[in-house]
């Protein structure tokens, strides 16, 4: 029944705090991982090309993982895919030093490691989270998850940083590969099977199956429209987080700037996810993704327009940083929305796999046009024109200004 009315203001707390502090360590484990693209290279000698694209590939696994993890934690709830995704991300940091080969690290970091992060992502766990709160909880619930996501890349860029510095970036992976062995124990108040009733503000489907579902939403055109913005959110995300070393390298300076300026995006998405968690509870979730498109936009051609200096650096992270991964509550709160909440981890799920789409070309793509021309200046050219895009694709999409109150008010 609707087991998420039964939960205690301490249990609640204690749910969103365990899936918080496990994306902090999955997030954090997955977005430094362009912080050894320069040493993998100089170790292996398999160019800037072959390592992006063994990153682009970890970009869509970690993607393509969530929607299938999600259709197992939505039928035999989120405890064991959580376990699995542990000891895979584990496994395949572990065996990232101990492979040379462009197919060795393309199974490891591409499919190992980011499946295994994707077992323990957004979708999973708000997901398994949203099924047991009530409906007015649920956009703080994802907001504050997400700020754990964004706390991981604050605590770990700058660390291994320091690591890699110090011991080299075999000793840096095999310490990343152990932190997310403490995602195991994180599994246990998310365990248990998930509510049968699809109970929130979206529509009332309740007895519909997980195929009926997919087909009503592959046809409807206001989820697609999510899906071309997420794929524009990616784009930006896996481009900055795989080659901002490389862009920071290219204007002269020390890599200990990249390693500052990716932890200052991730203490600035804190504050961006929890306001748009606390937004998405009193203005319309599509306004509010049309808007960060349309800042990021602004940031971009203001960041090229000005002197590359170590302060043009850590100011665009810290603007950028605000609007990272604050997509990630009004997407999720509009994919409830519209279909309610037993599929949610299926269906925000999918909506990942566009992101990581578009995740795939911009770490793919930045290591072309850093190998072809020298530079990222040609992936920021698209960067706003996407941005421009995924604002506008966002202003058709329906959602309805119904308030949550009335549900029952119409079963009676």
């Keep these: 029944m609707n087991e998420h009315h039964e939960l ?7 749910l ?8 902090m360590i999955t997030m954090g484990a997955r977005l430094t991982t362009g912080l050894f693209l320069s040493p993998i290279n100089t170790s292996t000698g398999l160019g800037i090309a072959t390592i992006s694209f063994a990153m682009a590939i970890g970009q869509f696994m970690w993607g393509a993982s969530q929607p299938l993890f999600g259709a197992v934690a939505d039928k035999y709830g989120a405890g064991r895919v959580l376990l699995l995704g542990a000891l895979m991300l584990a496994a395949g940091l572990a065996a990232t030093p101990f492979v040379s080969s462009e197919w060795g690290l393309v199974f490891t970091l591409g499919v190992l490691s980011a499946a295994g992060a994707g077992a323990g992502s957004f979708s999973i766990l708000i997901g398994a989270t949203a099924q047991r709160l009530p409906a007015a909880r649920r956009p703080f619930a994802s907001g504050f998850i997400n ?46 099977r998930p509510a049968t009733s699809n109970v929130g503000s979206g529509p009332l489907t309740a007895g519909i199956t997980l195929t009926e579902q997919l087909r009503q939403a592959l046809r409807d055109r206001s989820y697609l429209y999510l899906h071309a913005g997420f794929f524009t959110c990616g784009f930006h995300i896996a481009f900055l987080v795989t080659h901002l070393p490389g862009e920071v390298a290219l204007c002269g300076l020390p890599a200990g700037v990249s390693g500052r300026a990716l932890g200052l995006i991730g203490l600035f998405n804190i504050a961006g996810s929890l306001a748009a968690g606390a937004l998405a509870t009193r203005y319309r979730m599509k306004s509010l993704l049309a808007l960060i498109y ?6 971009i051609v203001a960041y090229l327009l000005v002197p590359k200096t170590a302060l043009t650096f850590y100011l665009f992270a810290g603007a950028l940083g605000f609007t990272w991964l604050a997509t990630v509550p009004p997407t999720a709160g509009l994919v409830g929305k519209l279909f309610g909440m037993r599929y949610l981890a299926t269906l925000f799920g999918l909506t990942l796999l566009s992101h990581q789409i578009g995740g795939f070309f911009g770490a793919w793509l930045g290591g072309l046009s850093y190998v072809h021309f020298g530079n990222y200046q ?6 706003i024109v996407l941005a421009l895009g995924a604002a506008l694709i966002n202003l058709p999409i329906r959602e309805a200004r119904v308030i949550p109150a009335a549900l029952p008010a119409a079963k009676a």
């Design 294 to 299: 349309a800042l990021r936009a602004v940031l």
């Design 147 to 192: 700020a754990g996501g964004s706390f991981g890349q604050f605590v770990f860029s700058p660390l291994m940083v320091a690591i890699i510095g110090a011991a080299g970036w075999v000793q840096a992976m095999l310490v990343m590969a152990a932190a997310t062995l403490a995602t195991i124990p994180l599994a246990w108040p998310l365990r248990g």
């Design 378 to 383: 040609w992936m920021w050219y698209a960067d």
């Design 16 to 23: 969103i705090l365990a899936a918080s502090a496990t994306l």
């Design 8 to 14: 205690s203001p301490r249990a609640s707390w204690l």
